[in-house]
């Protein structure tokens, strides 16, 4: 833990409501869009469609991972990607503002500045610290 108590339990918050919120856009393209509509939607895009399914297990394991604290700094950092690519594909272009048609970019853009901070931050209280292996 770092030497300031509080920001452990701000980086727990963080890994948590970071957490619940890839699992929650995961499991709208699971239960809702279903993966395979996931993949047409983002074929649709011109993107291709191996990329829904990558990006719904990537979502999932990286939500897991941030939840239980299992590296969640480097965790953090590779799930940004997945937010910069809704702001280029789909959201930039919508303006600003979420509630505009097509949702706008200001959430995932905020969703990218908190996986920041909590890169920034540590990995916080409670967080599974895996042995480094030494050779």
Not at 3 to 18: P, V
Request: net charge positive; charged share 5%.
């Amino acid at each position: 833990m770092s030497q300031n108590r509080s920001s452990d339990y701000a980086a727990l918050l963080l890994r948590l409501a970071l957490g619940g919120l890839f699992l929650a856009h995961a499991g709208l393209k699971v239960f809702v869009f279903t993966p395979a509509g996931t993949a047409g939607y983002f074929g649709s895009l011109g993107l291709p469609a191996w990329l829904a399914y990558a990006t719904i297990a990537w979502e999932i394991l990286g939500a897991v991972a941030l939840i239980v604290g299992i590296w969640p700094r480097a965790v953090a950092l590779a799930l940004i990607p997945i937010l910069a690519g809704a702001i280029v594909t789909v959201h930039g272009s919508a303006g600003f503002f979420f509630t505009n048609p097509n949702g706008g970019w200001e959430f995932p853009a905020l969703w990218i500045v908190a996986l920041g901070a909590l890169a920034l931050t540590g990995d916080g209280a409670y967080a599974l610290k895996p042995t480094p292996v030494r050779v």
